[in-house]
């Protein structure tokens, strides 16, 4: 048997697939740090600074529902998806970080961890990372 582990150090990137809708004002509320960047009937995105780049947090129908979550009821043919991603300076891209770097870098992923586990309490919502694999918060 092969046994699947994420790389760590690959995403620090976050998906809280959820049955219910979180309104942009809710957004905000639980993110109070953040601007609102744009929103449509069914779709919001707010943007906040990180201590490098920025967050950004933004909400849209998956057509494909992610392998992981077939054992949830509520996950059909596409489910609702809360993206929350970094946005890291153009020079940290492709390559290695010096260890003051990865430390800013676990300090970036620490809040969107807490922004994930926000949405996915109100929204009563999962997490997974960009691996496909389930996220406890």
């Not at 057509?63 to 596409?78: C, D, H, K």
């Amino acid at each position: 048997a092969v046994t699947l582990q994420p790389d760590p150090n690959e995403s620090i990137d976050l998906v809280v697939y959820a049955p219910t809708y979180l309104r942009g004002d809710q957004a905000l509320a639980i993110i109070p740090e953040g601007t609102l960047d744009g929103m449509t009937r069914r779709t919001w995105s707010v943007s906040l600074p990180a201590p490098v780049g920025s967050i950004q947090v933004t909400t849209n129908l998956h057509p494909v529902t992610p392998i992981v979550l077939t054992a949830f009821e509520w996950a059909g043919l596409s489910v609702r998806g809360y993206e929350v991603r970094w946005h890291a300076p153009d020079e940290w891209l492709g390559r290695e970080f010096a260890r003051s770097e990865r430390e800013t870098r676990t300090e970036v992923a620490g809040a969107i961890e807490t922004i994930a586990a926000r949405i996915a309490e109100l929204t009563k919502g999962v997490c997974v990372d960009d691996d496909g694999f389930l996220v406890a918060l």
